[in-house]
């Protein structure tokens, strides 16, 4: 059993950036992807980045890319993610996720899920 726990969320002006921390309790990601995933008001939960462990292997959908960067500490108990030259399309509640599955987008895919951390990004 996976418990995760999502931090770092808050309020930046657009350009600004957030690093979120996603802890998990319970066993490492020895051998799981991590993703991240967000959801905005009205609209349904989409898949941001996700890393596999071991090898590090990662994915990011393409409205991120070059701007997110997501990674994990040497313990492997917490994901980061990096969110640099933040947009108010960005604002959502941010949601980390694992899965044994091999960086799977769907939110179907994902076993455990934490609770979410609020990301509001004003013009």
């Known amino acids: 059993q996976v418990q995760l726990t999502e931090s770092g969320g808050g309020l930046v002006q657009a350009g600004g950036s957030l690093r979120l921390s996603c802890a998990a309790s319970?066993?490492?990601?020895?051998?799981?992807?991590v993703g991240w995933f967000r959801q905005a008001p009205g609209k349904e939960r989409q898949f941001v980045a996700g890393?596999?462990?071991?090898?590090?292997?990662?994915d990011y959908t393409d409205s991120v890319k070059g701007r997110f960067t997501i990674s994990t500490d040497i313990a492997k108990t917490t994901v980061y993610l990096q969110m640099n030259s933040l947009k108010p399309e960005d604002t959502a509640v941010y949601y980390c996720?694992?899965?044994?599955?091999?960086?799977?987008?769907?939110?179907?895919?994902?076993?455990?899920w934490g609770r979410g951390t609020q990301v509001t990004v004003s013009r």
């Open positions: 996720a694992a899965t044994p599955l091999l960086l799977p987008t769907l939110e179907i895919e994902y076993n455990y």
């Open positions: 319970g066993r490492t990601f020895s051998t799981y992807t």
């Open positions: 890393i596999r462990w071991p090898g590090g292997n990662t």
